[in-house]
């Protein structure tokens, strides 16, 4: 098929020959590329200038080509008029030649305008791959059927009109425009045939020859009408006819003819060099259009690649015309759209020669063909040579180093196609992503790699920021790449000046990096755990550059808090606490100083660094966002709160000493805070841990003293009792617990502090201050179970007191009151004693019936055997003081009635002493039996001491003596007996007491012999103290 | 034994004085050791071999001290003889030859803590305790932080009648810490001193929570119970005080005072035996022995005791009586009979009970 560039190239140089304005108009010379390896200001010379037309001249066109459609507008519809009017006559063929001339001109403006829309539509589509859908698929062809009617009117009705072949041929080229070539060919032929003087007779050859040739592919008849073209070498077509042939024979395989003919061709131009003006433009632009056919023909057949071209031209000899033509042909095919060849016929161009001038403008067409193939990856490795082989250090710029405005430009050209190229398809994303509602994430992908690409490439390029945050967005936003995100958002930051992109990359960079930061850590231990991550350092970086490259910004507060929130959160107290106090110091009326206020507490806190939270607490005290009464009370507490704990991490740390003068500190400096007692307290507790007893009971103390109502004043005065008793400051510890008592009735240790006065005073000897403590208790707590404790201990002090009545009292109202304590026995025989003590043996006779009495209800009890035998021991002692009672005097009959009486009590003693025995308590055992022999020693000695009566003879009074001796005998034999009894049995059962030294004293008097008395000196007890090693030296050391 | 006059010319004058109670020097709060001439060798070399006689036992106690005397002879200023002199001589119950030696070791080196324990013990044994006294009170002048001085202190101050300073010493010692169960074992026995026995048991109390392993508390927890007259719970604290430690000797030798009261020899003869093998040494322990061998009949083997006694002390004054009282009654040995009571009445105290009786039984054996 002819395309009909070939129909516009035949029509203007028909056109060109009539001189027509509107043929002129088809003949659009090309512009000759030039081989050129001049240097920059020889570029500046011979480089065609493109003068942009004055806007008034423009404007004076456009109103002037309005002005002429409408004049040939009118013209036409003036000729129709007057056609359809007027009677036919000589004029009517002229008429009608008119009319079509005019119709031809104005299908061809049509034409021409749907070209250029056309031509713009394609434009688009190199520049926008989706505005390709809008290229028409077909391009545009001229309508010349209304035209072509007229022609054929004039042919039939005027067949010997004066310019009737000029009707033929028009007629037949709008046939073959109509894809009507057989019908064409006849009247082709008819113009050969029937008007050998036709000016058409070239250009009717030339239609024959390319019939034949592109129809019929008859290259035999083909180069047959071209030679005959070529028999006018005044026709324009002269040269392409030429051309032609040589093609013909190329086809016929008749290389030999096709290369001198083609070689003819091209030497054209050279040939003509020393002609004139006119014959060598005519060379050139007949060089120029061979060239363009052979472009043609290599575009027109798919299955020629570049190299076949070039090779083709290699092998006619025209190698020096090799790149014109792969140039037009990589251009022609790109202007057609056809991507794939054009890429490789600029790759072609590019391995022809890496270091031509325009090796950067081919790169870009590859990129761009690579591009519209949707070829994304090739065009993005061929982007990348673009920016890397034609960089100011590539090797093509060093090639073109005489060239610095063409590296410049090449570079500058390369920039921006690339960021251009990133900026569309940046677009294109997000155009789809508002069509589609979806974000396709690969369009995004690409577009930040271009952008990354074009960032990388063109570093410090102005739009670097810009750009940067194009991408960094993309990252962001699109991809969720949030850690690219956030490095490409620094990176903008970075950038200088400071510039409209800064801050909002400031804010996302730090939005980037949140987003990567693993939930915070909510225990302390966690926190520590918790190591920071590159991610969380970059965000403390974006938050630093912010308060350093915008300090005035309005939301740097808000930064620099989200910055220290951020330390906190993981625990980098330290770092938390600048960010939070450089809020404090330079913002102190912000409403978030506050709250950083706060946080670094909390910081120094979860830091448990106490000191600092009571330094800042202090500050911020002065501080206005703290000003309030109720924000100072609350930082009153968190300085006591933290002067306590510091004081608590002092104990822990063991430095008592310390910690307990920091406690006292709190009670000082916040006497009316509600943890000064508290604090006291704790200094109290720390001093005893100091080993400062003393000290610890002042504190202790200090709290009833400075703070009564506290509820911790009993508590700590029993304490300091307690204290004070540890160090054996008895007297001391007695008033407290007494001050306790009196002040802190209600106090649950109260009666206990009560009861351990009492017992105090007790040790003191104070025991009328002892007794009314005891008193006082038991009134207190008669339903406890200590209650009867502290009435039997106030029976005992009665006894240590001497004082037997109220032993007698005390003991008789605990036996009443609890009658069934263990201690009830005891009570009673205590009570005997009392009363013994009293000389109420009868009451104390029933005390002890009583005492016995319950004895044999109980039984078991050791304790209770123990006072029961006392019990039986002390009837003895009643019995025998009866005994004692009774004075041997009188006459023989009354001597002997007081006697026998006194031996019956005696013997009753004696009874009841042996009923002791069989109790079986050793200790009171041996004192019966001790009792037993001093009674009958006593009763002898009573004898013995008897008064003879005087009214006896001498004799009789001889005899008397004599009787009472040998009773005496008698009786002190019983005496021995039983001292020698109780003493071994006491020797025997291990009782070393008293009584035992009684039996053996007795027996010393009653039988020296065998018990000598002890006269020795020897030592007594010795008392016991920590055995003082004493030691030899063993070592002579002069250091 | 000790040649004292040879050893030390004026010894007894400087003990009157006090030799050594200016204390020691101190410096930056700390006891600094004086400066003493390097040791003789020949010296040094008696002194070991003194160390190594020493080392075999209580019998050789006297070739040993026969070696540190030549040391100081060869050497005067070798403190480190003297002091082993004055430590042998307080083992021997020599107390007075004791106190000449550690003085005089502390004249020469005022900083050696164990001279001074080893002096301020043979002063207190020997009835001194004044002199003990003055010498804890220069050391803690020095080093007043020395709580174990303080509390030899407050002993002192205590068997010296010093009650009032004593309780002051103690107390002071509580208030440091309040957990010396040692301190309020010594604020025990001065209340026992004063006679505030509810206030003494609940001091011992206290020592007894404090170190419930303290033999030496449940001991004088005994001598309350004697007070009171109550020898069977004495007995019992005494045996708890045994059980803690079976080589306390003091509650050994306590608990045959018990027995001896009752006269319960044999049982006492047992003790003793215990106490003996313990503490060669006291010739309290000899004394005691003999009081219970005279008890269970065996004449002989009493006065070997008592003159065992003689021979640790030979003017001790209850050994002279006793073995007075023996030849006396017992063997009708009036001219050794004599001569101990003699003698008894020489160097027994004035006012010590027995001169009465001692007097008495010399009329008799006139």
Request: glycine share 6%; proline share 4%; hydrophobic share 40%.
């Given at each position: 098929?002819?395309?009909?560039?070939?129909?516009?190239?035949?029509?203007?140089?028909?056109?060109?020959?009539?001189?027509?304005?509107?043929?002129?108009a088809?003949?659009?010379?090309?512009?000759?590329?030039?081989?050129?390896?001049?240097?920059?200001?020889?570029?500046?010379?011979?480089?065609?200038?493109?003068?942009?037309?004055?806007?008034?001249?423009?404007?004076?066109?456009?109103?002037l080509?309005?002005?002429?459609?409408?004049?040939?507008?009118?013209?036409?519809?003036?000729?129709?008029?007057?056609?359809?009017?007027?009677?036919?006559?000589p004029?009517?063929?002229?008429?009608?030649?008119?009319?079509?001339?005019l119709?031809?001109?104005d299908?061809?403006?049509?034409?021409?305008?749907?070209?250029?829309?056309?031509?713009?539509?394609?434009?688009l589509c190199?520049?926008?791959?989706s505005?390709?859908?809008?290229?028409?698929?077909?391009?545009?062809?001229?309508?010349?059927?209304?035209?072509?009617?007229?022609?054929?009117?004039?042919?039939?009705?005027?067949?010997?009109?004066?310019?009737?072949?000029?009707?033929?041929?028009?007629?037949?080229?709008?046939?073959?425009?109509?894809d009507?070539?057989?019908?064409?060919?006849?009247?082709?032929?008819?113009?050969?045939?029937?008007?050998?003087?036709?000016r058409?007779r070239?250009?009717?050859?030339?239609?024959?020859?390319?019939?034949?040739?592109?129809?019929?592919?008859?290259?035999?008849?083909?180069?047959?009408?071209?030679?005959?073209?070529?028999?006018?070498?005044?026709?324009?077509?002269?040269?392409?006819?030429?051309?032609?042939?040589?093609?013909?024979?190329?086809?016929?395989?008749?290389?030999?003819?096709?290369?001198?003919?083609?070689?003819?061709?091209?030497?054209?131009?050279?040939?003509?060099?020393?002609?004139?003006?006119?014959?060598?433009?005519?060379?050139?632009?007949?060089?120029?259009?061979?060239?363009?056919?052979?472009?043609?023909?290599?575009?027109?057949?798919?299955?020629?690649?570049?190299?076949?071209?070039?090779?083709?031209?290699?092998?006619?000899?025209?190698?020096?015309?090799?790149?014109?033509?792969?140039?037009?042909l990589?251009?022609?095919?790109f202007?057609?759209?056809?991507?794939?060849?054009?890429?490789?016929?600029?790759?072609?161009?590019?391995?022809?020669?890496?270091?031509?001038?325009?090796?950067?403008?081919?790169?870009?067409?590859?990129?761009?063909?690579?591009?519209?193939?949707?070829?994304?990856?090739?065009?993005?490795?061929?982007m990348?040579?673009?920016?890397?082989?034609?960089?100011?250090?590539?090797?093509?710029?060093?090639?073109?180093?005489?060239?610095?405005?063409?590296?410049?430009?090449?570079?500058d050209?390369?920039?921006?196609?690339?960021?251009?190229h990133?900026?569309?398809?940046?677009?294109?994303?997000?155009?789809?992503?508002?069509?589609?509602?979806?974000?396709?994430?690969?369009?995004?992908?690409?577009?930040?790699?271009?952008?990354?690409?074009?960032?990388?490439?063109?570093?410090?390029?102005?739009?670097?920021?810009?750009?940067?945050?194009?991408?960094?967005?993309?990252?962001?936003?699109?991809l969720?790449?949030?850690?690219?995100?956030?490095?490409?958002?620094?990176?903008?930051?970075?950038?200088?000046?400071?510039?409209?992109?800064?801050?909002?990359?400031?804010?996302?960079?730090?939005?980037?990096?949140?987003?990567?930061?693993?939930?915070?850590?909510?225990?302390?231990?966690?926190?520590?755990?918790?190591?920071?991550?590159?991610?969380?350092?970059?965000?403390?970086?974006?938050?630093?550059?912010?308060?350093?490259?915008?300090?005035?910004?309005?939301?740097?507060?808000?930064?620099?808090?989200?910055?220290?929130?951020?330390?906190y959160?993981?625990?980098?107290?330290?770092?938390?606490?600048?960010?939070?106090?450089?809020?404090?110091?330079?913002?102190?009326?912000?409403?978030?100083a506050?709250?950083?206020?706060?946080?670094?507490?909390?910081?120094?806190?979860?830091?448990?660094?106490?000191?600092?939270?009571?330094?800042?607490?202090?500050?911020?005290?002065?501080?206005?966002?703290?000003?309030?009464?109720?924000?100072?009370?609350?930082?009153?507490?968190?300085i006591?709160?933290?002067?306590?704990?510091?004081?608590?991490?002092?104990?822990?740390?063991?430095?008592?000493?310390?910690?307990?003068?920091?406690?006292?500190?709190?009670?000082?400096?916040?006497?009316?805070?509600?943890?000064?007692?508290?604090a006291?307290?704790?200094?109290?507790?720390?001093?005893?841990?100091?080993?400062?007893?003393?000290?610890?009971?002042?504190?202790?103390?200090?709290?009833?003293k400075?703070?009564?109502g506290?509820?911790?004043?009993?508590?700590?005065?029993?304490?300091?009792?307690?204290?004070?008793e540890?160090?054996?400051?008895?007297?001391?510890?007695?008033?407290?617990?007494e001050?306790i008592?009196?002040?802190?009735?209600?106090?649950?240790?109260?009666?206990?502090?009560?009861?351990?006065?009492?017992?105090?005073?007790?040790?003191?000897?104070?025991?009328?201050?002892?007794?009314?403590?005891?008193?006082?208790?038991?009134?207190?707590?008669?339903?406890?179970?200590?209650?009867?404790?502290?009435?039997?201990?106030?029976?005992?002090?009665?006894?240590e007191?001497?004082?037997?009545?109220q032993?007698?009292?005390?003991?008789g109202?605990?036996?009443?009151?609890?009658?069934n304590?263990?201690?009830?026995?005891?009570?009673?025989?205590?009570?005997?004693?009392?009363?013994?003590?009293?000389?109420?043996?009868?009451?104390?006779?029933?005390?002890?019936?009583?005492?016995?009495?319950?004895?044999?209800?109980?039984?078991?009890s050791?304790?209770?055997?123990?006072y029961?035998?006392?019990?039986?021991?002390?009837q003895?002692?009643?019995?025998?003081?009866?005994?004692?009672?009774?004075?041997v005097?009188?006459?023989?009959?009354?001597?002997?009635?007081?006697?026998?009486?006194?031996?019956?009590?005696?013997?009753?003693?004696?009874?009841?002493y042996?009923?002791?025995?069989?109790?079986?308590?050793?200790?009171w055992?041996?004192?019966?039996?001790?009792?037993?022999?001093?009674?009958?020693?006593?009763?002898?000695?009573?004898?013995r001491?008897?008064?003879?009566?005087?009214?006896?003879?001498?004799?009789?009074?001889?005899?008397?003596?004599?009787?009472?001796?040998?009773?005496?005998?008698?009786?002190?034999d019983?005496?021995?007996?039983?001292?020698r009894?109780?003493?071994?049995?006491?020797?025997?059962?291990g009782?070393?007491?008293?009584?035992?030294?009684?039996?053996?004293?007795?027996?010393?008097?009653?039988?020296?012999?065998?018990?000598?008395?002890?006269?020795?000196?020897?030592?007594?007890?010795?008392?016991?103290?920590?055995e003082?090693?004493?030691?030899?030296?063993?070592?002579?050391?002069?250091? | 034994?000790?040649?004292?006059?040879?050893?030390?010319?004026?010894?007894?004058?400087?003990?009157?004085?006090?030799?050594?109670?200016?204390?020691?020097?101190?410096?930056?709060?700390?006891?600094?050791?004086?400066?003493?001439p390097?040791?003789?060798?020949?010296?040094?070399?008696?002194?070991?071999?003194?160390?190594?006689?020493?080392?075999?036992?209580?019998k050789?106690?006297?070739?040993?001290?026969?070696?540190?005397?030549?040391?100081?002879?060869?050497?005067?200023?070798?403190?480190?003889?003297?002091?082993?002199?004055?430590?042998?001589?307080?083992?021997?119950?020599?107390?007075?030859?004791?106190?000449?030696?550690?003085?005089?070791?502390?004249s020469?080196q005022?900083?050696?803590?164990?001279?001074?324990?080893?002096?301020?013990?043979?002063?207190?044994?020997?009835?001194?305790?004044?002199?003990?006294?003055?010498?804890?009170?220069?050391?803690?002048?020095?080093d007043?932080?020395?709580?174990?001085?303080?509390?030899?202190?407050?002993?002192?101050?205590?068997?010296?009648?010093?009650?009032?300073?004593?309780?002051?010493?103690?107390?002071?010692?509580?208030?440091?810490n309040?957990?010396?169960?040692?301190?309020?074992?010594?604020l025990?026995?001065?209340?026992?001193?004063?006679?505030?026995?509810?206030?003494?048991?609940?001091?011992?109390?206290?020592?007894?929570?404090?170190?419930?392993?303290?033999?030496?508390?449940?001991?004088?927890?005994?001598?309350?119970?004697?007070?009171?007259?109550?020898?069977?719970?004495a007995?019992a604290?005494?045996?708890?005080?045994?059980?803690?430690?079976?080589?306390?000797?003091?509650?050994?030798?306590?608990?045959?005072?018990?027995?001896?009261?009752?006269?319960?020899?044999?049982?006492?003869?047992?003790?003793?035996?215990k106490?003996?093998?313990?503490?060669?040494?006291?010739?309290?322990?000899?004394v005691?022995?003999?009081?219970?061998?005279?008890?269970?009949?065996?004449?002989?083997?009493?006065?070997?005791?008592?003159?065992k006694?003689?021979?640790?002390?030979?003017?001790?004054?209850?050994?002279?009586?006793?073995?007075?009282?023996?030849?006396?009654?017992?063997?009708?040995?009036?001219?050794?009979?004599?001569?101990?009571?003699?003698?008894?009445r020489?160097?027994?105290?004035?006012?010590?009970?027995?001169?009465?009786?001692?007097?008495?039984?010399?009329?008799?054996l006139?």
């Amino acid at each position: 098929m002819r395309t009909t560039a070939n129909i516009f190239a035949a029509v203007g140089f028909v056109l060109l020959a009539e001189g027509s304005t509107h043929a002129a108009a088809m003949t659009a010379a090309p512009e000759p590329d030039r081989e050129s390896s001049e240097s920059d200001d020889e570029e500046v010379a011979n480089e065609p200038t493109v003068l942009p037309m004055p806007p008034d001249v423009e404007k004076l066109i456009q109103y002037l080509e309005k002005q002429a459609v409408q004049i040939r507008g009118e013209g036409i519809q003036l000729l129709k008029d007057y056609l359809r009017t007027s009677r036919k006559g000589p004029e009517t063929a002229e008429a009608l030649f008119k009319l079509a001339e005019l119709i031809w001109e104005d299908a061809q403006a049509g034409y021409l305008e749907s070209m250029g829309a056309y031509q713009a539509a394609v434009e688009l589509c190199h520049t926008d791959r989706s505005a390709c859908k809008k290229v028409p698929r077909q391009r545009p062809k001229v309508d010349l059927t209304p035209a072509q009617d007229v022609y054929r009117q004039l042919i039939h009705e005027y067949p010997r009109f004066r310019k009737i072949d000029t009707v033929i041929y028009l007629y037949a080229f709008s046939l073959r425009e109509q894809d009507k070539g057989d019908e064409a060919v006849r009247y082709f032929y008819k113009i050969l045939k029937e008007y050998p003087a036709s000016r058409f007779r070239a250009d009717a050859w030339m239609a024959l020859g390319e019939y034949r040739f592109y129809e019929r592919q008859d290259h035999v008849g083909a180069l047959k009408a071209y030679e005959n073209v070529a028999k006018f070498p005044s026709s324009q077509l002269h040269g392409l006819a030429l051309f032609k042939s040589a093609w013909c024979y190329w086809k016929m395989g008749n290389g030999d003819m096709a290369a001198q003919r083609f070689k003819d061709v091209l030497d054209l131009t050279e040939r003509a060099r020393d002609r004139g003006a006119e014959e060598r433009k005519r060379a050139a632009e007949l060089q120029d259009q061979a060239l363009d056919y052979l472009v043609e023909l290599f575009t027109e057949d798919d299955t020629k690649s570049a190299r076949d071209a070039f090779d083709f031209m290699v092998q006619i000899g025209g190698k020096a015309y090799s790149t014109r033509v792969l140039k037009r042909l990589a251009e022609t095919v790109f202007d057609q759209t056809r991507y794939e060849r054009a890429a490789e016929a600029y790759l072609f161009l590019l391995n022809l020669d890496p270091m031509g001038k325009d090796a950067p403008e081919y790169q870009i067409r590859v990129v761009e063909s690579f591009q519209s193939l949707e070829s994304h990856d090739r065009a993005a490795a061929e982007m990348r040579k673009l920016a890397i082989n034609y960089g100011p250090k590539s090797d093509w710029a060093r090639a073109n180093k005489d060239r610095p405005k063409t590296v410049a430009a090449a570079r500058d050209r390369a920039a921006e196609f690339i960021r251009t190229h990133a900026k569309v398809l940046h677009a294109n994303a997000q155009r789809n992503e508002k069509e589609s509602k979806t974000v396709d994430k690969a369009m995004f992908a690409q577009a930040a790699d271009a952008y990354g690409f074009y960032l990388e490439q063109f570093e410090g390029s102005p739009d670097a920021a810009e750009l940067t945050y194009y991408r960094a967005d993309i990252l962001f936003f699109k991809l969720q790449d949030f850690r690219k995100a956030g490095d490409a958002y620094i990176s903008v930051a970075r950038t200088k000046p400071v510039g409209k992109f800064h801050k909002d990359a400031l804010l996302q960079a730090m939005g980037s990096f949140e987003r990567l930061r693993p939930p915070a850590p909510k225990s302390s231990a966690d926190k520590k755990n918790r190591k920071v991550t590159e991610d969380d350092r970059k965000f403390a970086e974006a938050a630093d550059l912010y308060a350093e490259i915008l300090p005035d910004d309005k939301d740097i507060i808000t930064v620099i808090y989200k910055n220290g929130l951020f330390f906190y959160d993981y625990g980098e107290y330290d770092e938390a606490v600048k960010r939070f106090g450089l809020i404090l110091e330079r913002y102190p009326d912000n409403p978030l100083a506050a709250d950083a206020g706060d946080h670094i507490l909390r910081s120094f806190s979860e830091a448990s660094d106490y000191e600092n939270i009571e330094h800042w607490a202090r500050r911020l005290k002065k501080s206005k966002a703290f000003a309030t009464p109720v924000e100072q009370a609350r930082l009153d507490n968190l300085i006591v709160g933290s002067m306590t704990k510091s004081a608590e991490a002092l104990v822990e740390k063991k430095e008592f000493e310390k910690a307990a003068t920091r406690f006292h500190l709190v009670a000082e400096e916040y006497p009316k805070h509600t943890s000064a007692p508290v604090a006291l307290l704790n200094a109290g507790a720390a001093f005893e841990k100091a080993g400062r007893p003393q000290s610890a009971v002042d504190s202790y103390r200090e709290i009833a003293k400075r703070f009564p109502g506290a509820a911790q004043a009993p508590a700590a005065l029993f304490t300091a009792a307690q204290l004070e008793e540890s160090v054996a400051d008895y007297a001391s510890a007695a008033d407290i617990y007494e001050q306790i008592s009196h002040s802190y009735p209600k106090f649950e240790r109260s009666s206990v502090a009560l009861k351990n006065a009492g017992l105090l005073r007790q040790s003191l000897g104070q025991y009328d201050r002892a007794a009314a403590h005891y008193a006082a208790y038991e009134k207190r707590n008669r339903a406890s179970s200590d209650a009867r404790d502290v009435a039997f201990q106030r029976g005992i002090l009665m006894e240590e007191k001497k004082d037997h009545k109220q032993a007698v009292v005390v003991f008789g109202e605990f036996v009443k009151n609890y009658p069934n304590d263990e201690h009830a026995i005891e009570a009673m025989v205590r009570q005997a004693r009392a009363q013994m003590a009293l000389r109420s043996d009868n009451r104390a006779n029933e005390s002890l019936e009583q005492a016995l009495g319950a004895y044999k209800k109980q039984k078991g009890s050791k304790i209770a055997a123990l006072y029961a035998a006392e019990a039986r021991y002390l009837q003895g002692q009643i019995k025998f003081r009866d005994y004692e009672r009774v004075t041997v005097s009188g006459g023989p009959k009354q001597l002997a009635r007081t006697l026998e009486n006194k031996a019956n009590l005696l013997d009753d003693a004696k009874k009841i002493y042996l009923d002791v025995v069989e109790f079986k308590v050793p200790e009171w055992a041996t004192a019966a039996l001790y009792q037993i022999g001093r009674g009958y020693a006593t009763f002898a000695q009573t004898i013995r001491g008897t008064d003879v009566p005087k009214q006896l003879s001498e004799d009789e009074q001889i005899v008397y003596r004599e009787e009472l001796d040998k009773s005496v005998i008698v009786i002190e034999d019983k005496a021995l007996d039983a001292y020698r009894m109780g003493y071994s049995k006491a020797i025997e059962i291990g009782v070393y007491n008293e009584y035992t030294k009684r039996l053996r004293q007795a027996l010393a008097e009653l039988d020296p012999g065998t018990f000598p008395p002890e006269v020795e000196i020897r030592m007594g007890p010795r008392q016991g103290e920590a055995e003082l090693r004493l030691m030899p030296i063993e070592e002579i050391r002069r250091d | 034994m000790i040649d004292i006059r040879k050893a030390c010319t004026g010894l007894l004058v400087c003990g009157f004085l006090g030799c050594g109670a200016t204390g020691p020097q101190q410096k930056d709060g700390k006891i600094v050791a004086a400066d003493v001439p390097a040791v003789v060798p020949e010296a040094q070399q008696l002194f070991e071999k003194g160390l190594a006689t020493m080392a075999r036992g209580p019998k050789h106690y006297e070739k040993a001290i026969e070696f540190f005397q030549k040391a100081v002879d060869r050497d005067k200023n070798l403190f480190e003889a003297w002091h082993n002199l004055g430590y042998l001589a307080s083992r021997q119950g020599r107390w007075l030859d004791s106190v000449e030696a550690y003085d005089k070791a502390l004249s020469i080196q005022p900083a050696s803590r164990s001279s001074l324990l080893g002096l301020t013990n043979a002063y207190v044994r020997n009835g001194d305790p004044e002199s003990a006294q003055a010498r804890f009170a220069a050391w803690l002048k020095a080093d007043p932080n020395d709580d174990e001085i303080r509390l030899l202190y407050a002993s002192a101050l205590r068997e010296a009648g010093g009650m009032d300073e004593a309780l002051t010493q103690v107390l002071g010692l509580l208030a440091k810490n309040s957990n010396n169960a040692v301190a309020f074992n010594a604020l025990g026995l001065i209340y026992r001193k004063q006679g505030k026995g509810g206030l003494a048991e609940t001091a011992f109390r206290r020592a007894a929570e404090l170190d419930p392993k303290a033999g030496y508390v449940w001991n004088n927890l005994g001598l309350l119970s004697i007070d009171d007259k109550n020898d069977q719970e004495a007995f019992a604290h005494f045996s708890k005080a045994i059980e803690l430690d079976p080589n306390y000797v003091e509650a050994i030798l306590n608990r045959a005072v018990v027995y001896l009261d009752c006269g319960a020899y044999e049982q006492a003869l047992e003790e003793l035996k215990k106490a003996v093998a313990l503490r060669a040494s006291d010739p309290d322990v000899h004394v005691a022995l003999g009081v219970a061998s005279r008890g269970l009949g065996k004449m002989a083997l009493a006065v070997q005791h008592y003159e065992k006694a003689l021979e640790l002390q030979p003017d001790y004054p209850p050994a002279l009586y006793d073995l007075g009282v023996l030849y006396m009654d017992h063997r009708d040995d009036k001219k050794s009979a004599r001569e101990k009571l003699l003698l008894f009445r020489k160097v027994a105290s004035s006012d010590d009970p027995k001169q009465e009786d001692a007097t008495l039984r010399l009329k008799m054996l006139q």
